[in-house]
């Protein structure tokens, strides 16, 4: 039982539940009102599946009063949607006025107005030649008319005032039928309701001004609620029916110009339009004239008119005079400045009291301006005492001062004086326009300026003496204003305020970004500073480099000339003293050890050279095609008597030569492995080897890798000396070079070339145990060439009957420069400067001649100047005799002086006289 019990107990709650919920449901449920609504432009605007319009606007702002829904449902046309009415299909209509075609008992029609709309005489915007009002004009007009419109009650009567008579009219079945026969032309107008006037259209004439409404069936009781929240809209909420009217249907708004007006304004011709110059967005001059609100307002005029329009800027000052004079009864402003009928002043302050003193007639209002109170910052407000700057004759500021401000005036001849007279303290404040000040006030100049929003506002309107004119220029306000063109022209938003230059505006105006700016650039500043100073610093280390590299060249040439010069006489004379007959044999012995000393000696200076131009990068490498093979015989020939003289076995493998062909320079290659062998027979003793290996093998296509041992079984080095090995001057005392350590550049030198050639080195050795180079160069691959045969041992020529010119200072030099020539029976002549070899060349003497040595270094005038002399005689003998250099100047850069000077050739001193006999036969 207690179960069954608890059964009941819970179906009861369940029930109360379901009851309840059902009652809240119903209570919460909209009224559901079906509206049948038809295409109607800016009533029922249908666009993407969605609707809008001024219908849909009021039946919106009704649900805000009423827990209603409207549900539309579309019909045709207003005959459509009366038949759903009458089917029950829905429940309301709108907009209907009041006609025939709802007059039925089963009808109820309200009685507020949703719509007040007139009916007009409408054609194309395209018909120039009719206006509104124009009576003669359309009482010549075919006029099209809906049936359901000429049905409307009173319509006849509107027909009759409005100057048409019943055979002017066409009247439709159907709307779509009186567009249709428009578009075709058969009509030159239709009457219309106003609402249903459609773009490219224009208005010739307006009457019967009726109201709109909703209708429903009598039964429908829903409709007298509907009717009451329209009421209270209506008392309620005026100013949201003026802007749904503004917004949808703005051309009911205003009337066009007539014909009279149109043919004023064509008689005027142009019109000129009146402005006070420097007023922010309102005008301000720009790069091609003036821009702002009030020249685009010009240009407006000008196209709607279509007549010239032009601007006049005139200043405050200008203005004050006029205003001045206009309150005395005695004069008026246009008269006092002969402005014509055809002058607007634009900007005008909006006061029918200020109208009248001035004598003038106003358009509608255009402007409403709004008001900042601009002030210096940290100041304080609204001070009785306060100097407030404004423009002369600004009489809208001006009567909001008489208001509520001081009387203390400061007169200013711009809106930008004001703003500078606050700034320097000699206004406290002035009153400004929001257009104008925004404009200004951005400028940095204006950054300690602060300003107040005034709930105040004054209204602007054009002016003019003439009140067609007047008329003219409201109308066209007024249509301006309904289409939007005056509300996008007003809109400063779109308008670009001055942009200011310069480093100051900038740090004002973006005071963030020009500190990173500012930071940026002076840590740049620093950055260039630095780095100026470090190229300085590096400019004047390379130049004191420079310096020393070539006052170290220029040391060691003089040192080479001044060594070579002595040189030349030892050797000289040790050569002749071995030429003489009858030389006892331990004499000759002592004069072939003078030259093998002396020979020595040459060879040292020679690395000092050879080192000063690799260090100095003065070196200039030839690269040619080598056969390795040739190259190592040809070497091996020259070395193998030192190798035998000292009892050190020289031990060659070429067999790991696979491309014997490479593209380098054969003289380098010779010298680096001459010197690396020199080395290791120096450093062995007697009965060991030194090993010569070379191999070559494939990189690439187009590379080959070279490699060069060179292995001895001497002293070794000491890893201490390994250290420094290639570091110039440095030697390591061992037992088998004593006396004979030479000047430690050898293996400075190769270390140089191999580097400079692009190659690597690498050294193996262990002190007792002997030496291990390796080199290795990466070279192009040569093509193999066919051998040049050996040309045949040259057969010396007779020289005997030849005269050669010797120009030299020192007597020694002289002395052993005729005796090697004496043993060929050459003739001599010689000339102790480079002067007496130019006197010479110019005399008799000079076609005996037929070679010429020329020493460089000499008094009175050296070789070099000599040279050039001699070449620029116009003998032609001068220009064509050899001139071989023979000289103590050894270095590279002193065998490119002989060369340019016109010089054939050079030989450093000492002489061999092999290479000066070759020298003479080559060029004779």
């Excluded at 007549?307 to 001045?324: F, G, H, I, K, S």
């Excluded at 066209?476 to 809109?491: F, Q």
């Excluded at 000092?608 to 091996?636: H, P, W």
């Excluded at 450093?908 to 080559?922: Q, Y």
Aim: glycine content about 6%; overall charge negative; some cysteine.
């Amino acid at each position: 039982m207690k179960n069954r019990a608890k059964q009941l107990i819970c179906i009861f709650m369940i029930l109360v539940l379901v009851l309840n919920s059902g009652i809240l449901v119903h209570a919460n449920e909209k009224e559901k009102v079906r509206v049948a609504y038809y295409p109607m432009e800016g009533f029922f605007d249908e666009e993407a599946g969605r609707l809008s319009g001024y219908g849909v606007s009021v039946l919106n702002k009704i649900t805000e009063y009423l827990d209603v829904n409207f549900v539309y449902q579309r019909a045709e046309s207003l005959e459509k949607a009366k038949e759903m009415l009458q089917n029950g299909k829905v429940d309301i209509v709108l907009p209907v006025a009041k006609n025939n075609l709802f007059l039925s008992d089963e009808f109820y029609v309200g009685y507020v107005s949703i719509f007040e709309s007139s009916f007009g005489l409408v054609c194309s915007d395209k018909r120039d030649d009719l206006y509104y009002g124009d009576r003669r004009a359309i009482h010549k007009l075919a006029v099209g008319i809906a049936e359901d419109t000429y049905n409307t009650i009173g319509m006849k009567q509107y027909i009759k005032a409005m100057w048409l008579t019943e055979k002017q009219l066409k009247i439709y079945k159907h709307p779509t039928q009186l567009k249709q026969a428009a578009s075709r032309g058969e009509i030159d107008a239709v009457i219309t309701d106003t609402t249903h006037m459609q773009s490219g259209t224009k208005l010739l004439a307006r009457f019967g001004y009726s109201g709109n409404y909703l209708v429903s069936r009598k039964e429908y009781n829903y409709i007298h609620k509907i009717e009451d929240a329209l009421g209270v809209i209506k008392t309620q909420e005026p100013e949201f029916w003026k802007e749904l009217i503004a917004r949808y249907y703005p051309t009911s708004l205003y009337t066009p110009i007539t014909k009279e007006e149109a043919d004023y304004i064509k008689k005027l011709g142009r019109l000129s339009f009146l402005m006070v110059e420097k007023q922010g967005y309102y005008l301000h001059t720009e790069k091609e004239g003036y821009g702002g609100i009030y020249p685009e307002l010009v240009k407006e005029m000008e196209k709607r008119l279509d007549v010239p329009c032009e601007l006049r800027v005139e200043t405050a000052d200008v203005l004050t005079e006029w205003l001045n004079r206009a309150i005395s009864p005695a004069v008026s402003l246009y008269e006092e400045k002969t402005l014509s009928e055809r002058d607007v002043v634009l900007g005008f302050y909006a006061d029918k009291r200020f109208a009248s003193f001035l004598n003038v007639s106003m358009t509608a209002n255009y402007v409403t301006r709004h008001y900042y109170e601009i002030y210096r910052k940290g100041e304080i407000e609204d001070n009785p005492n306060d100097r407030v700057a404004v423009v002369k004759g600004d009489k809208a500021v001006l009567s909001l001062l008489n208001q509520f401000y001081t009387d203390k005036v400061v007169s200013c001849k711009d809106y930008e004086e004001c703003l500078k007279k606050v700034r320097e303290g000699e206004a406290d404040v002035t009153i400004m326009d929001t257009k104008i000040a925004e404009y200004y006030l951005p400028a940095y100049q204006n950054a300690n300026l602060a300003l107040s929003f005034l709930s105040l506002e004054t209204r602007s309107c054009m002016a003019t003496k003439e009140t067609v004119l007047a008329s003219v220029m409201d109308k066209v306000i007024k249509e301006m204003e309904a289409d939007g063109t005056l509300e996008e022209i007003l809109n400063a938003d779109g308008m670009e305020a001055p942009v200011q230059t310069g480093f100051v505006a900038a740090l004002y105006n973006n005071p963030q970004r020009s500190i990173r700016v500012i930071v940026l650039l002076a840590m740049l500043v620093l950055i260039i500073l630095g780095l100026m100073i470090a190229v300085f610093r590096t400019r004047r280390k390379n130049e004191f480099l420079i310096r020393m590299s070539d006052a170290k060249t220029e040391f060691m040439s003089r040192m080479s000339h001044d060594i070579r010069t002595p040189m030349n006489g030892v050797l000289g004379m040790a050569h002749l003293a071995r030429q003489e007959e009858d030389v006892p044999e331990k004499v000759d012995e002592y004069l072939s050890k003078i030259e093998g000393a002396g020979e020595y000696l040459l060879g040292l200076i020679n690395d000092i050279l050879d080192m000063t131009k690799l260090s100095s990068g003065k070196i200039v490498f030839n690269y040619e095609i080598m056969n390795m093979f040739e190259m190592a015989a040809n070497l091996r020939e020259i070395l193998e008597p030192t190798f035998q003289g000292r009892g050190v076995e020289l031990a060659c493998d070429f067999s790991e030569i696979q491309y014997p062909y490479i593209r380098t320079d054969q003289m380098r290659v010779m010298q680096i492995i001459s010197n690396l062998l020199g080395n290791a027979v120096k450093f062995t003793p007697a009965g060991k080897k030194v090993y010569w290996i070379a191999k070559s093998r494939k990189i690439n296509d187009k590379q080959v890798e070279t490699i060069t041992i060179i292995r001895d079984e001497g002293c070794g080095m000491s890893e201490e000396f390994l250290k420094k090995l290639y570091e110039p001057f440095e030697q390591e005392d061992n037992l088998y070079s004593k006396g004979s350590n030479g000047t430690g550049l050898g293996l400075a030198i190769v270390k140089n070339l191999v580097d400079q050639m692009g190659g690597t080195i690498q050294v193996e050795s262990k002190l007792g145990e002997g030496t291990t180079f390796i080199i290795r160069f990466a070279r192009g691959k040569g093509e193999a060439f066919e051998k040049k045969p050996e040309p045949e041992k040259k057969v010396d020529k007779d020289l005997s009957g030849l005269k050669v010119l010797i120009v030299e200072d020192q007597p020694l030099n002289q002395e052993i420069l005729k005796g090697l020539l004496a043993h060929k029976h050459i003739q001599t002549e010689v000339a102790e400067n480079g002067k007496e070899a130019v006197e010479l060349m110019q005399t008799a003497k000079a076609a005996e001649i037929d070679l010429i040595f020329m020493d460089i270094r000499m008094p009175v005038m050296d070789g070099i100047t000599a040279t050039r002399r001699i070449r620029a005689l116009e003998d032609g003998h001068a220009n064509s005799i050899p001139i071989i250099a023979l000289t103590a100047n050894a270095f590279d850069v002193d065998k490119e002086a002989t060369k340019e000077a016109g010089m054939n050739g050079h030989l450093a001193k000492p002489i061999h006289p092999k290479e000066l006999f070759e020298t003479i036969e080559k060029f004779l």
